[in-house]
């Protein structure tokens, strides 16, 4: 079962739900909120088993170094926040649009759930393979060893930048410090392997 299909279907049958009796009151208040609960909870199931079957331990990486920097539980918390507040907005305005709370809610508290249970269990890594490096951050990130045309650091971060300009930085600080020596070896041995640049400043940093 495509359960983050089945979640999203789930989510636009709710938006479009509530929208409809917006405009014709197809269901009084009672009725509406036990609709949405019912929307929510199978929301919620599906996000949750959508987390699960794409975070199963047979396919995450035999060997991955925990990665949380600053800006993942920044903009998490920011998003999740802004949601919240709008929940209560609309709630408080006590008309009909009060009604979008319930989505905002639906949307917020799996978000919050699958965000702690990531925490928990350590799954925001990078991972290297033979071509490319993974970074699960709010999204995953996956950087092709081709697509990279030098290597810089600075300050204990390292500095991917890519053949269209763009950079990809990893803090080396925010790695488990029992972790760092390991992780600099994989990383070292990777560009190795994938023959990849590094600025003079990154070699005398590295020790390349």
């Excluded at 929510?40 to 396919?59: C, G, Q």
Aim: aromatic share 12%.
């Amino acid at each position: 079962m495509n359960y983050g299909l089945s979640k999203h279907l789930v989510l636009l049958a709710l938006t479009l739900f509530t929208i409809a009796n917006l405009f014709w009151g197809l269901l009084g208040g009672a009725d509406t909120m036990n609709v949405q609960v019912g929307f929510a909870v199978v929301y919620f199931v599906l996000s949750l088993a959508d987390h699960i079957k794409r975070n199963s331990p047979e396919k995450l990486p035999s060997e991955r170094f925990r990665y949380l920097p600053y800006g993942i539980i920044s903009l998490k918390t920011i998003k999740l926040v802004a949601f919240g507040v709008s929940s209560v907005v609309f709630y408080l305005m006590g008309t009909k649009i009060m009604q979008l709370s319930g989505v905002l809610l639906i949307i917020v508290i799996p978000e919050l759930v699958i965000f702690v249970y990531r925490l928990a269990t350590h799954n925001y890594f990078i991972a290297f393979f033979n071509n490319y490096v993974l970074l699960t951050m709010n999204e995953d990130i996956k950087i092709p060893a081709r697509q990279v045309s030098r290597i810089e650091c600075r300050y204990q971060i390292i500095y991917l930048t890519l053949k269209n300009d763009k950079v990809q930085l990893i803090e080396l600080e925010k790695l488990p410090q029992e972790k760092q020596q390991l992780f600099m070896e994989r990383f070292l041995l990777w560009a190795e392997c994938n023959q990849l640049e590094f600025t003079m400043e990154a070699r005398e940093a590295l020790h390349v």
